[in-house]
């Protein structure tokens, strides 16, 4: 029997939504709707394996089960108990719920998830007399409530853990950059994946790694140990072994070199054992160097996100003037992507950025800029070339 589409939702960070539904697209999605923080998008099973695998900038991808309203706690658990959920899962498997709430009257996401979890385990208990057990780190079964106003949507949470933990990090420095939106900086870059990369202030080498599994179109979570739809009554290995197989055959070949460095030493080894955790120690050079100081080829395209608090080691003002300068002389000839919170001090860079696009990193607000680097100024090109 051929697997039927249905309708799902992929979550994602304030700012990817376009990228976001560009990768669904073209990975071959049906019916993409751009929605807030979120896409929705129809396709069969398969393609549920496909996108948790291939999606870069995806944190989870839900199956809605179930759309209601509800007034009050009484109405919302009722509600809830009528869902079939000892058709959905076993008393063997154990689950876990998560809630998001803009209401009124459902203020606390935590006690909607809790009011949930008791809701499902009252169902199998009524019915078997005992209940599955919860578990919140590792469960086989996990399920979202999204709550807005009265309207209530129960969806099963295909990814399981959210998508951003790619597997191959075992280390990071002081606030690591999230691998969904390190992914979602390089798509929204444009860069051809022909030219060299590099990442002067690599941190945990999150941008270099993304960047690699871009370059050489390798999937995205293919490290991963398990998704949440493994744990699905109706989980089809032998399908889900096709669609790895599939993906992994699409690899292409890369030309460019992909570099990195940092002023830290133990940024620097960090970097290196998370690069070889992604089996990419062939693929990225990483190396002890000072930004300011480090002068690199022309034409290479970089992405950086400077860092903040004692790892700067100068005042802030300073600290973005002087990358500013740095890039004048030393990234001439170079198109230079920065993202920064730090909203006030990035104009001390003095550069005029080509382009701002506004993100969100978690409650942080966000700038991602691109400078183009010249020789002298721009008048000074335009003016060589019309002799």
Known sequence: MKNENFYMLAKTMFGLEEVLAKELEELGAQNVKIKNRAVSFK?????????NLNIRTALRILKPIAHFQAKNEKELYTKICEIEWTKIFDLKNTFSTNATTHSDIFTHSKYASLLMKDAIADTFRKKFGKRPNVDPKTADITINLHIAKHTCTVSLDSSGDSLHKRGY????????????????????????????????????????????LIAYNIPANIFRNKFGFEGWRDFDPKLWKIIKENSLNKEKYYEGKITGSDNFQKAVRITRNNINNALMHENIKVKNANFFEDKISESTFVIFNPPYGERIGLGTNDFYEKIGSTLKHYYQGCTVWLISSDLENMKYIGLKPNKKIKLMNGELECSFRKFKIYEGSKKRINNKKTR
Request: charged content about 20%; proline content about 4%; aromatic content about 8%.
């Open 169 to 212: 990090k075992s280390d990071a420095v002081t606030a690591p950059m999230n691998e969904v939106l390190a992914a979602g900086l390089i798509l929204l870059s444009e860069w051809n994946k022909k030219s060299n990369f590099h990442d002067p202030m690599c941190g945990s080498g999150t941008l270099l790694i993304e960047a690699a």
């Open 43 to 51: 396709g069969d099973k398969g393609f549920m394996y496909k996108a």
